[in-house]
């Protein structure tokens, strides 16, 4: 049985999709708002998550950035009322995996449901650690060691640590370093990214100025070989 969480403020709503997907043969859960959907989906094992876009609390953007940060993989299909061109590109841009504008037909979104579940490949659990070097982290604790002594990084620095180590072996510019840890709507100055990647070398790397983890692609940005 798949299970699926259903991230909603309305209740009419929630009841109306959660009876028919529970009749349909979907093990349903319901969260209804941004800040507890997004505990439960960064928690919990579910095989795909439905998301409002207008929660109270945290908004189903900030909800599905979030969720992409900490690396969690399940596919997630948005649900809003608000059918611009814009919120649609900015929910794929993030990670949605489809878009629902209300109101909608309940048998597209089970179709849509369904067609998502075939094309999810079945793999384990995203991976909750990573080591390279005499370094260790834990994803789920936010904790970094070396060798046996705690490693000290700021917030940004652990999420463009993560976010190196998610993507080893890929050139990544700055351009997406800039969106996707910094998130879409930040406009720091490019050399945010050089001034941190120089702080995480200085904490992770043996030899600072001759890096072995993260390498500078000249002209490009930057890769992890870790």
């Known amino acids: 049985m798949k299970r699926l969480l259903l991230v909603e403020d309305e209740?009419?709503?929630v009841f109306?999709?959660?009876?028919?997907?529970v009749r349909e043969g979907y093990a349903v859960e319901t969260s209804s708002d941004g800040e507890s959907g997004l505990e439960r989906a960064a928690a919990e094992a579910f095989d795909l998550i439905l998301l409002d876009v207008m929660l109270p609390r945290i908004n189903g953007f900030d909800v599905l950035r979030e969720l992409?940060?900490?690396?969690?993989?399940?596919?997630?299909?948005?649900l809003t009322a608000r059918g611009q061109v814009v919120d649609k590109v900015?929910?794929?841009?993030?990670?949605?995996d489809d878009y629902v504008t209300k109101p909608f037909e309940m048998m597209e979104l089970l179709a849509r449901i369904e067609a998502k579940l075939r094309r999810t490949p079945q793999t384990p659990h995203p991976a909750e650690g990573h080591q390279f070097g005499d370094i260790?982290?834990?994803?789920?604790r936010a904790e970094v060691t070396k060798g046996s002594a705690p490693l000290e990084l700021s917030a940004r620095e652990f999420q463009l640590l993560r976010y190196f180590i998610e993507h080893r072996g890929a050139t990544l510019t700055r351009e997406e370093l800039l969106?996707?840890?910094w998130g879409y709507n930040a406009m720091p100055s490019t050399r945010t990214v050089d001034v941190h990647v120089a702080?995480?070398?200085q904490k992770i790397e043996p030899n600072p100025r001759h890096p072995q983890y993260i390498l500078t692609v000249h002209g490009l940005g930057y890769k992890f070989a870790g």
């Open 179 to 181: 969106n996707e840890v």
């Open 16 to 21: 109306t999709l959660t009876d028919r997907l």
């Open 90 to 96: 900015v929910g794929l841009k993030l990670g949605a």
């Open 199 to 201: 702080w995480l070398r």
């Open 136 to 140: 260790r982290i834990d994803f789920r």
């Open 11 to 13: 209740p009419g709503l």
């Open 68 to 78: 992409r940060k900490r690396s969690v993989e399940t596919p997630v299909i948005m």
